[in-house]
T-cell receptor
Framework: DARVTQTPRDKVTEMGQEVTMRCQPILGHNTVFWYRQTMMQGLELLAYFRNRAPLDDSGMPKDRFSAEMPDATLATLKIQPSEPRDSAVYFC????????????FGAGTRLSVL | GENVEQHPSTLSVQEGDSAVIKCTYSDSASNYFPWYKQELGKGPQLIIDIRSNVGEKKDQRIAVTLNKTAKHFSLHITETQPEDSAVYFCAASKGGSYIPTFGRGTSLIVHP
């Protein structure tokens, strides 16, 4: 049963620390998305990759967030330095061919910045 | 860009009743409308979708309807069960390289 794998599931850190979240997309999928979910804002798109190339990161705070795909099996989202307002659940999703099609979501990383 | 409005934000029903969640979209070029269900502690999962060349689609107790003229689409759940309790998201997309836009979500609570 293919699925998107995200690590860690939970992360508690102190303000100012670097946070790295990892995502393994489903084998054969060529689109990867990073979302942030909060009660106030709902699901916010942070970054979108197609064939490992970043195509849209307009929703991501550039000064502290960065997203990369070092290879087709790994996507990373980094926050440096982290702030309490970054506390949220971060989801990775992958899909095939185009973002206009089905997205398969991981279980998410719950981040708490103290 | 596309704007998706979803209502209601919370819906409480008794087991066995029907539940309806409605979404409107702004971009008439949108042609793909998925619905996702998010259970507690999990990521959203696709439950049903509809494309713009179809007006209605059913899958057992769930159905989705699309009105392209009015630019709205709805999720219908019949004979609700406690395990239907979750947050439901609608989304709209133009396909191709366009990224889906999600609604804010509806928290459905089914009381036994």
């Amino acid at each position: 049963d293919a699925r998107v794998t995200q690590t860690p599931r939970d992360k508690v850190t102190e303000m100012g620390q670097e946070v790295t979240m990892r995502c393994q997309p489903i084998l054969g999928h060529n689109t990867v998305f990073w979302y942030r979910q909060t009660m106030m804002q709902g699901l916010e798109l942070l970054a979108y990759f197609r064939n490992r190339a970043p195509l849209d990161d307009s929703g991501m705070p550039k000064d502290r967030f960065s997203a990369e795909m070092p290879d087709a099996t790994l996507a990373t989202l980094k926050i440096q330095p982290s702030e309490p307002r970054d506390s949220a659940v971060y989801f990775c999703a992958s899909g095939r061919d185009s973002p206009g099609d089905i997205q398969y979501f991981g279980a998410g990383t719950r981040l708490s910045v103290l | 860009g596309e704007n998706v409005e979803q209502h209601p934000s919370t819906l409480s029903v008794q087991e066995g009743d029907s539940a309806v969640i409605k979404c409107t979209y702004s971009d008439s070029a949108s042609n793909y409308f998925p619905w996702y269900k998010q259970e507690l502690g999990k990521g959203p999962q696709l439950i049903i979708d509809i494309r713009s060349n179809v007006g209605e689609k059913k899958d057992q107790r769930i159905a989705v309807t699309l009105n392209k003229t009015a630019k709205h689409f709805s999720l219908h759940i019949t004979e609700t069960q406690p395990e239907d309790s979750a947050v439901y998201f609608c989304a709209a997309s133009k396909g191709g390289s366009y990224i889906p836009t999600f609604g804010r979500g509806t928290s459905l609570i089914v009381h036994p």
